[in-house]
């Protein structure tokens, strides 16, 4: 079923809560890919009744960003829904989401705001204020959807974190299950950006799943010195990557790791062909 306004969703919700079913809710920006699936998969297998919101936030991009070209294909999105058993897919328009002039007026100020520490590294530090957008649309999903469970990818283990925080400081009453990340046959984290890989840059995009595995073999073998593990980076890398980032941090908090141990997820960022690419991998 195919919905787009916040009433008829509500209603819907509304009708199954009567009926004491229990809701999951995956959260997706659409272009639905065999990672999404697997969410979607745990959401049916755990929940009487599922919703996919598929829905291009806009507050969660930068002004020079992917927004207007980001992939959108609802057509797709929706069939690979209806066959993994979805019942609602929630696709609202920004109007439906925020009101009326949303980017170009003050109609739409209350934003929540994640700590600060939490969003001054990583992904927060070059894309300020997506975490606020990610953390406002979220909770608006879940006020909209009130699901029970809400399942979200590994890949994205910074927003990961700061969603349980968001969760656990607003006394929202949902459990977030982390899923794992789904890769290709090569290793490569699925994401809907690699639809802007060229043949080439696939293969360059290669180098952050070998970078993470060589040091997670390192670790395995007694190296704990985080310095000497990022050294082994650079061997993978060539004039096609421009890293932005390879961390060390907490599993829970994200402080920064001076000794690499099991609670330590390495992050890395990496820009081939112009398209930036995010993965990590736990230690422990």
């Not at 060589?214 to 890398?237: H, M, Q």
């Amino acid at each position: 079923m195919l919905i787009h306004t916040i009433e008829e969703v509500r209603e819907q919700i509304k009708n199954w809560k009567k009926q004491g079913l229990s809701i999951g809710l995956v959260p997706t920006m659409g272009a639905l890919h065999d990672g999404h699936l697997s969410l979607i998969k745990k959401s049916v297998e755990k929940c009487d009744k599922t919703v996919v919101s598929v829905f291009v936030n806009p507050i969660q991009f930068g002004p020079s960003e992917d927004f207007d070209k980001y992939p959108r294909t609802l057509e797709a999105d929706e069939k690979l829904c209806s066959d993994a058993g979805v019942d609602i897919i929630f696709a609202p328009s920004p109007k439906e989401m925020y009101g009326e002039g949303h980017l170009l007026s003050n109609d739409f100020l209350t934003y929540v705001i994640p700590p600060f520490f939490y969003v001054n590294k990583l992904c927060g530090k070059s894309r300020v204020g997506h975490f606020d957008g990610v953390c406002t649309v979220v909770n608006k999903l879940f006020n909209i959807v009130q699901p029970d469970f809400a399942f979200f990818g590994e890949k994205d283990r910074q927003q990961l974190i700061i969603l349980k925080k968001m969760v656990k400081d607003l006394n929202i009453p949902v459990t977030i299950i982390p899923c794992p990340i789904v890769r290709e046959e090569s290793g490569l984290a699925l994401s809907s950006r690699n639809k802007y890989l060229d043949e080439n840059s696939k293969k360059d995009a290669l180098a952050l799943n070998k970078i993470l595995f060589n040091i997670k073999l390192c670790y395995d073998k007694g190296i704990t010195d985080v310095r000497a593990l990022s050294e082994t980076a650079y061997s993978f890398l060539n004039s096609n990557h421009s890293l932005e980032y390879l961390e060390f941090r907490d599993k829970d908090t994200l402080e920064d790791k001076e000794k690499a141990d099991d609670d330590t997820i390495v992050f890395i960022a990496v820009k081939v062909g112009g398209v930036r690419l995010i993965d990590n991998i736990a230690l422990g």
